[in-house]
DNA sequence: TCGATTGTCTAGCGGTGCTAGGATCGCGGC
DNA sequence: GCCGCGATCCTAGCACCGCTAGACAATCGA
């Protein structure tokens, strides 16, 4: 059995190379430039192999979502648990939120703007992506506010979010007044 | 000059005929299908003609853009004027502003979410961009609140409709409780 | 040691955006 | 009315894309 089960986990490892490549790739170049060829020319083999261990494109694309997901849960809750206060949890998840997307725009992309074949807001959703959004609700449900479902507000807290980091990055709004923004979206969406 | 210039009128016309048929396209099986050979049979010519035209598909998503924001910024003040006080039309406009992208999905992709070479947030916009903003700040700046910047407010307030229309359009949030969303963004945003 | 299975690669399909170069059409001057 | 010429358009092709069939090699169990 040895034998099977180190396969197994070159394969693995195998798969976490090519994931991790991908999102390196995008990153560096964009996702225009993440091309099957590409990536298999990275990690060393051949472009089947890919298909080996994903569908297709989306599926890698997929899978970089996950990854990125399970990081901004980690980051949200980090940055949540170092502030003292309600208002400054909310504060705090903003920042962090936004501060991931800038910081891996590739990554944020994949889980929000692209197609990774993923399904969202369903019994089905991976759970990475269902713990990221229990990240925001732990602090943010907190602030929503006498008879306002938790969850409802923490959807519209998280479109603004979602609506600042793309639209600043896309060059939509002057990167200048992103922090006045957030105070801003904080102080009037929060009840503190 | 007579030959001359039915010659540009008839350039002009073909010209609104691409962009025309681009948005059809799009909006009938998505951008992806929008192929720059596909769109040239559409309109029954061939490929290096759309050339002629436009530097390449991104100009031609450019376009489809700028008409866009033209009809939405029409759309925004016709909703805003036929509501009575502040809080119905800032309702009004936040309601108009997600039908638009609803029935509109492969327009608002176009002005928004896909690259179409155009300038945003700085002096060379084109004007159709610099409208559609106006006209959200037309009724948006009534409500910002004392001491609140109205571009600043006008800003957090679009992204957050942006967040809205994209999340759910992608099926990242429950289409069911779109309204109630919205009831609660209108409620906390403005300085009614 | 041999046969079978697993794994990987080469080569190729139909599609993409875009362009070079040749053919054809219609204009203005004689 | 005819003809040369410039504008206009199309055919054909480039390099690249995602994806896959089938040949080949390496490794395993008997």
Redesign the pocket.
């Given at each position: 059995?040895s034998?099977?089960e180190?396969?197994e986990r070159?394969?693995a490892g195998?798969e976490r190379l090519i994931v991790a490549t991908a999102r390196e790739l995008a990153e560096q170049q964009g996702w225009d430039?993440?091309?099957?060829?590409?990536?298999?020319e990275r990690i060393?083999?051949?472009?089947?192999?890919?298909?080996?261990h994903?569908?297709?494109?989306?599926?890698?694309i997929g899978a970089v979502a996950l990854l990125g997901a399970a990081e901004m849960a980690a980051e949200l809750r980090a940055a949540a648990r170092a502030a003292d206060g309600p208002r400054a949890r909310v504060t705090a998840l903003a920042r962090a939120y936004l501060d991931f997307a800038e910081r891996n725009p590739a990554v944020y992309d994949a889980m929000f703007q692209l197609d990774g074949g993923l399904a969202f807001a369903q019994e089905d959703t991976p759970e990475p992506l269902k713990d990221a959004f229990a990240a925001l609700l732990e602090t943010l449900g907190e602030v929503a506010g006498e008879g306002v479902h938790p969850g409802l507000f923490t959807e519209v807290f998280w479109a603004a979010l979602h609506g600042l980091a793309t639209l600043t990055r896309a060059g939509r709004q002057p990167p200048a007044d992103a922090e006045r923004r957030v105070e801003l979206l904080v102080d009037r969406l929060a009840v503190l």
């Open positions: 059995m034998v099977q180190r396969k070159e394969r195998r430039a993440v091309t099957t060829r590409r990536l298999a060393e083999y051949s472009q089947p192999v890919l298909y080996s994903f569908r297709g494109k989306r599926e890698i």
